[in-house]
């Protein structure tokens, strides 16, 4: 709700919901009840209409709530080049840099959100520099490629720390041994 709300009454402003939850009841009564026109409750996507749906997107928006360590969406829209307007919750703003890749916003706080989505709307020139911001975070921090440099020096390490942990529990005494008699 707190996204329909950002929205709410500011016909420039296009929204498509995509997704389904225990909310959705309540969303789509709330849409109903304040006859919300300029939002567009699609549901669970996926395939080609997901695609043509982030393709679409001028950027897209995470008003999370709850605690997310790394919402695979904000990977995703950087993959795809375009920025991301999010809530400043859990892990989100380690991926989502405020004014590079897209904008941070209060949890909950629909007035915020309002103020972000509208200066992207107004803005352009700041979507298409945050959209490409947004492609070279993808490039360069969560490639494939990338990915699997990072988990190889991972396995690197762990086998030279434990073959240090064998080599000492392996290695003979330098002390004579003393034998105790009775």
């Given at each position: 709700?707190?996204?329909?709300?950002?929205?709410?009454?500011?016909?420039?402003?296009?929204?498509?919901?995509?997704?389904?939850?225990p909310e959705e009841p309540t969303i789509r009564r709330y849409l109903r009840d304040k006859q919300i026109g300029n939002v567009e409750l699609v549901g669970f996507v996926e395939?080609?209409?997901?695609?043509?749906?982030?393709?679409?997107?001028?950027?897209?928006?995470?008003?999370?709530?709850?605690?997310?360590?790394?919402?695979?969406?904000?990977?995703?829209?950087?993959?795809?080049?375009?920025?991301?307007?999010?809530?400043?919750?859990g892990g989100i703003p380690e991926l989502v840099r405020a004014g590079f890749n897209g904008l941070l916003?209060?949890?909950?706080?629909?007035?915020?959100?309002?103020?972000?989505?509208?200066?992207?709307?107004?803005?352009?020139?700041?979507?298409?520099?945050?959209?490409?911001?947004?492609?070279?975070?993808?490039?360069?921090?969560?490639?494939?490629?990338?990915?699997?440099?990072?988990?190889?020096?991972?396995?690197?390490?762990?086998?030279?720390?434990?073959?240090?942990?064998?080599?000492?529990?392996?290695?003979?005494?330098?002390?004579?041994?003393?034998?105790?008699?009775?």
């Amino acid at each position: 709700l707190t996204l329909v709300k950002a929205v709410e009454g500011d016909d420039s402003i296009r929204l498509v919901l995509a997704g389904s939850g225990p909310e959705e009841p309540t969303i789509r009564r709330y849409l109903r009840d304040k006859q919300i026109g300029n939002v567009e409750l699609v549901g669970f996507v996926e395939g080609q209409r997901r695609a043509r749906l982030m393709r679409g997107a001028s950027f897209f928006v995470i008003p999370s709530e709850c605690y997310e360590n790394c919402p695979l969406l904000i990977l995703e829209a950087f993959a795809s080049g375009k920025p991301v307007v999010a809530a400043s919750i859990g892990g989100i703003p380690e991926l989502v840099r405020a004014g590079f890749n897209g904008l941070l916003f209060q949890p909950g706080s629909s007035s915020r959100l309002a103020e972000r989505i509208r200066y992207l709307v107004s803005n352009p020139q700041e979507v298409t520099r945050m959209g490409r911001n947004a492609r070279k975070t993808a490039e360069e921090l969560y490639s494939p490629g990338v990915h699997y440099q990072k988990l190889m020096r991972i396995y690197e390490e762990v086998t030279v720390i434990h073959r240090r942990k064998m080599a000492r529990k392996t290695k003979p005494s330098l002390l004579p041994r003393m034998e105790t008699r009775p």
